[in-house]
């Protein structure tokens, strides 16, 4: 089982390997507060390998979570398979996307 790495440096989140069913039941709800303390974070989804409708499931909640605790978060580097999945998925513009 293949998990996803999240690592927090100066307001950016980088999130690498899996996004998947298996690999976002164990990323911890209570590093969560620790990563919103920022007021902004930026996602940078650059080195994420596989994604499956239950990673890109994680970024909403993710993103309820900001909102939650007044963070205000966006997604950057978004890799083609996820894109792909968004626009499968109808969320095409649900999701704060910025361009590098």
């Known amino acids: 089982m293949s998990k996803a790495n ?12 899996q996004l998947s069913r298996h ?3 164990h990323i911890k709800n209570s ?9 902004a974070i930026n996602v940078d989804l650059s080195d994420v390998s596989k994604v499956d409708t239950a990673g890109l499931a994680w970024l909403f909640y993710l993103l309820e979570q900001a909102a939650h605790h007044s963070c205000q978060l966006s997604f950057s580097n978004i890799p083609e398979k996820l894109t792909k999945l968004i626009t499968l998925s109808g969320v095409d513009g649900l999701l704060p ?3 590098d």
Request: glycine share 12%; proline share 0%.
């Open 6 to 17: 999240i690592v927090l440096n100066h307001g950016t989140l980088t999130v690498s390997g």
């Open 23 to 25: 690999s976002v039941a």
């Open 31 to 39: 590093e969560y507060v620790n990563w919103f303390a920022h007021g």
């Open 97 to 99: 996307i910025t361009c």
